[in-house]
């Protein structure tokens, strides 16, 4: 393995040793991961990278999203911060403090913020509420972020989240997709379950795909709307047709976990999946870490250009 991508979407984060236990996979024994700083020495603490992997020459990208947020950034932050990783995606939730429980009796507890947290060159990612002063749009000059640097001279705003070195956006949901989602309301979980039992079926007739790389057939299709019918569910069949893209894609992840097990749906997500693709075709133009940054600042660049 030469490369690797790191997918920290919609990771909400946890204990920050746990962070900085797999931040250190990918760095130098001795590097500085993050620093706490709270009101007393207890809650102050320089946290250095621990046993590495080994990885040296591992090329990595990172993923990130807004529901990416504290312990997750905080991996994504050392990594940027140290020039390990290029970071991909949208800019992260903005969590750069950390909390304390304290047990007050039985199943009862009080967690308190105790401590801030900033990256090794020295910044937070805490980003302002919308609704508070220093937010995007409520910003006067004296509380635009500050800028840092990456160990090799990349200038990060601090108060920003984690921003990615090139932003990819998620693949916008078509009008037809709207369309059907809204019609759905309420019985998307139904709409869910017939895709789910339709595969588990599927799984126990002879005419079931036997490899993983297999299409969805109309002939699929129409079962599954012969289903929701069965239901009850009222849904029109313009409606459903004109979706037959979503459909396809949610259909085929189903079927490809209950034939193939999980660790193949997710391989037939990553085909269909913008930013993991953008992250895939940048390490495999690059090689090295170094050169898979500059890829990054090139192409943003020419983004920014147009």
């Known amino acids: 393995m030469t490369s690797l991508v790191l997918d920290l979407r919609g990771n909400p984060g946890g204990l920050i040793n746990e962070g900085v236990r797999v931040a250190s996979l990918f760095l130098e024994p001795g590097d500085t991961v993050a620093v706490s700083q709270g009101r007393s020495p207890e809650h102050s603490k320089v946290y250095l990278a621990g046993q590495s992997g080994g990885w040296d020459d591992l090329r990595i990208a990172i993923l990130v999203n807004h529901g990416t947020a ?3 950034e905080l991996i994504a932050g050392a990594l940027q911060d140290h020039d390990r990783a290029v970071i991909l995606g949208a800019p992260s939730f903005g969590k750069g403090v950390l909390q304390t429980t304290y047990p007050l009796g039985e199943e009862i507890a009080i967690k308190l913020t105790t401590a801030r947290w900033y990256t090794p060159s020295g910044r937070t ?3 302002p509420r919308p609704d508070k002063e220093g937010a995007i ?3 006067t000059p004296a509380l635009a972020p500050r800028l840092f640097h990456t160990d090799a001279g990349r200038a990060i705003p601090d108060a920003s989240g984690i921003l990615p070195d090139l932003t990819v956006r998620g693949a916008p949901r078509s009008d037809a997709e709207r ?3 809204s019609a759905l309301g309420e019985d998307i979980g139904p709409f869910r379950s017939v895709l789910a039992n339709y595969a588990e079926d599927l799984h126990k007739t002879p005419g079931a795909p036997r490899f993983e790389s297999f299409r969805v057939t109309g002939e699929m299709r129409n079962e599954v709307f012969a289903r929701l019918e069965q239901i009850g569910l009222e849904l029109s069949r313009t409606t459903f047709d004109n979706a037959s893209a979503y459909i396809d894609e949610q259909l085929g992840y189903e079927i ?9 749906e997710a391989r037939r997500r990553a085909l269909s999946d913008r930013q993991m693709q953008a992250a895939v075709r940048l390490l495999r133009r690059a090689r090295t870490q170094e050169e898979a940054l500059m890829i990054a600042a090139a192409e943003r660049a020419r983004v920014s250009s147009r």
Request: aromatic share 4%.
């Open 137 to 139: 749009g409520n910003r």
């Open 125 to 127: 990612v805490q980003r």
């Open 256 to 264: 490809t976990r209950e034939l193939f097990g999980p660790a193949a």
């Open 70 to 72: 504290s312990s997750a």
């Open 179 to 181: 369309a059907l989602l």
